[in-house]
């Protein structure tokens, strides 16, 4: 049975807190204690701290979702073709107010209602690298900011390179008292020194009290890299308050899983995925990548905490509360690509606070948000030893019972695509001579099939859960990629770097494995059970080629409504559609103008709901570039 809100009701009424409305501990646990308009908005980049990506909005919804127009669109205006640019933004709203970040990291204030401008702040200019470099140059990618306010103090976090800049919410001036005239530099610090070495932050933090908690991203080797070490600080300030080494320092807990002084030579364990906050426990939940180099572990032996971890600290200094490690001693770049789901289920008749981890794997973990014990049963399996000098591959990896994997696991040869003879034919002969088969098969100088592949499966779209029913919703795609070991040059780091990430595919781009090759798939977390599963995307060359609907790479996430609705951008046909959240039939779509290869966000200004997605472009999908937010209404 649907559990449905009634809006009028609804909107008379407000959450116990927004805590509770966040993690919907009951999903219908609502009292009436004044107004509060913050469920109405969108203020994390999670939707709500513990990254639900849920609404209560049901303005928009089954009945009238086929009446969704565009009601505005705002161009940025720097996008770039040579190379391409892209926009992974999901906006921030509050105070009626929407905050983006463009392709070129300018940071806009836009008028929630009718996309006008309010202000525009480029971070970059002034600083020695934009001068040197000039406005053309590329800055990498930002999924967008982060707000706090403390009274009539409201303040915009945005990273740009290794700094971290604190705007004025309704100025976009710096704060000049905090850090140095506004920013901090994000390279100091992290008790290692990082020259030359790569470090950026490209997904919003988050705020507990008045602290801005950050993740990292750094470089994946086979050169030198920075640690990931999550650190957290005074959002007045701008001065760090503690910092939790990913990469265990002696005398903490993990530390023994390095060998020898390993634990100072090696980088990575960051979280670049987002984090999530449970603000009533004070508990921050982190989601670390893999320890550099990502495909050799020769140099760094052993089992490798808190790389390719789910982490719980405590919110208010750092320390570790539990950890559960997903992949050990990680040969195959499976970072934990998205930030931990804070969630609520439903087990044999008691409701139990989890967190839920998706992977680009395609598995789901679920734990206990306290304790950090699996909440389905997970065994340790043994898989494949590895024959590259020097390396000693974990011998066991963690699979978890339920729920089944929401994507096929190994590329084996009864798998090779079947959309012509000749796409077939040419596959056939690669296959042969490469390694596959078996997922947690080790990279050689073979070459080795990785699949699901190093964007996934799931990469940092992540997913989206109903509280309502306790569904997880998620995206994948099914991508082989090809990492082939070669000798790496002296002075590397590593005795092994790789030919490059190379995507498994035919003489005319397309995956090399039969097709799915994106889906979208509802996962019923009280029981563990795949409730639905649908295609995601399509190649209308091929559908006029007489071959059914295959799906495409979908990069970004999806958001569930009160409304009965899951909306999703994401496929590289550039289409934005809203699906029925109990059945996965598509109600709606839209042609956008670049792909939207970002997270939609859904609010509510002066008792009208709109939806927003980025139509960025670009990216890893390889499309063209785009530029445009677009939100959608009704008449």
Not at 485 to 498: C, D, H, Q, Y
Not at 505 to 510: A, I, V, W
């Amino acid at each position: 049975m649907r559990t449905r809100f009634n809006r009028r009701s609804f909107l008379k009424s407000s959450a116990v807190s927004w805590l509770a409305a966040s993690n919907l501990r009951n999903s219908v646990a609502w009292a009436s204690t004044g107004t509060d308009k913050r469920f109405k908005e969108w203020r994390s980049y999670g939707g709500d701290p513990g990254g639900m990506r849920y609404s209560p909005l049901d303005q928009i919804n089954r009945s009238n979702i086929r009446d969704l127009r565009v009601a505005w669109t705002y161009h940025t205006g720097d996008k770039r073709d040579r190379p391409r640019t892209t926009i992974e933004c999901t906006p921030v709203v509050a105070d009626g107010l929407m905050y983006i970040t463009t392709a070129l990291i300018n940071v806009c204030a836009l008028d929630a209602a009718s996309g006008k401008l309010v202000w525009r702040f480029d971070p970059f200019a002034g600083s020695p690298d934009y001068e040197a470099t000039g406005a053309e140059s590329i800055r990498g990618v930002n999924r967008g900011v982060t707000y706090w306010e403390n009274g009539r103090d409201k303040r915009i976090f945005v990273t740009a390179g290794p700094r971290l800049v604190c705007l004025d919410a309704r100025t976009g001036r710096p704060v000049a008292g905090f850090g140095n005239k506004g920013s901090v530099d994000l390279t100091k610090g992290l008790g290692k020194d990082i020259s030359g070495m790569m470090y950026d932050v490209t997904s919003p933090g988050v705020v507990y009290k008045n602290l801005l908690i950050l993740g990292s991203e750094v470089g994946e080797g086979p050169e030198p890299a920075a640690p990931g070490h999550v650190r957290a600080f005074d959002a007045r300030t701008g001065e760090m308050v503690w910092i939790f080494h990913t990469i265990p320092e002696p005398g903490e807990v993990g530390h023994e899983t390095w060998e020898g002084d390993t634990w100072k030579t090696t980088g990575g364990a960051n979280d670049w995925g987002g984090l999530s906050l449970d603000e009533e426990r004070g508990m921050v939940f982190l989601a670390l990548g893999s320890a550099a180099f990502d495909f050799y572990g020769g140099q760094r032996p052993g089992q490798n905490l808190f790389a390719n971890s789910v982490v719980a600290l405590d919110a208010a200094t750092g320390k570790r509360v539990w950890h559960y490690q997903i992949v050990h001693h990680d040969l195959w770049d499976r970072d934990l690509p998205c930030l931990p789901m804070l969630v609520t289920v439903n087990q044999e008749g008691r409701r139990v606070d989890a967190v839920a981890q998706v992977t680009k794997f395609s598995k789901v973990f679920v734990f206990d948000r306290e304790t950090g014990k699996p909440i389905f049963p997970v065994e340790e399996r043994a898989v494949p030893a590895s024959d590259a000098e020097g390396e000693k591959a974990w011998p066991t990896q963690p699979f978890p019972l339920k729920p089944p994997p929401y994507t096929r696991q190994a590329f084996t040869e009864d798998q090779i695509t079947n959309i012509s003879p000749e796409a077939h034919a040419y596959i056939s002969e690669i296959f042969k001579k490469v390694r596959g088969g078996d997922p947690y098969l080790p990279p050689s100088e073979q070459g080795t099939i990785v699949f699901p592949g190093f964007d996934g499966g799931t990469d940092w779209g992540g997913g989206s859960f109903d509280p309502a029913t306790g569904w997880l919703y998620v995206n994948s795609s099914d991508q082989p990629w090809i990492v082939t070991l070669v000798r790496a040059k002296p002075g590397a780091g590593s005795p092994f770097a790789i030919t490059g990430y190379n995507r498994f595919e035919d003489q005319d781009g397309y995956p090399a494995i039969k097709p799915p090759w994106g889906q979208l798939t509802a996962i019923d977390l009280n029981k563990g059970e795949m409730a639905w599963q649908v295609l995601l995307g399509e190649f209308k060359e091929l559908t006029a080629r007489g071959i059914p609907q295959t799906g495409t790479q979908n990069i970004g996430g999806s958001v569930v409504t009160a409304g009965g609705l899951l909306f999703i951008g994401a496929t590289k046909d550039e289409k934005f559609r809203a699906f029925d959240k109990t059945n996965g039939k598509v109600l709606w779509e839209a042609q956008l103008e670049a792909g939207g290869y970002a997270t939609a966000c859904t609010y509510e200004v002066d008792g009208k709901q709109y939806v927003c997605i980025t139509a960025g472009g670009g990216g890893k999908p390889r499309t063209k570039s785009g530029d445009a937010f677009v939100a959608f209404a009704l008449p």
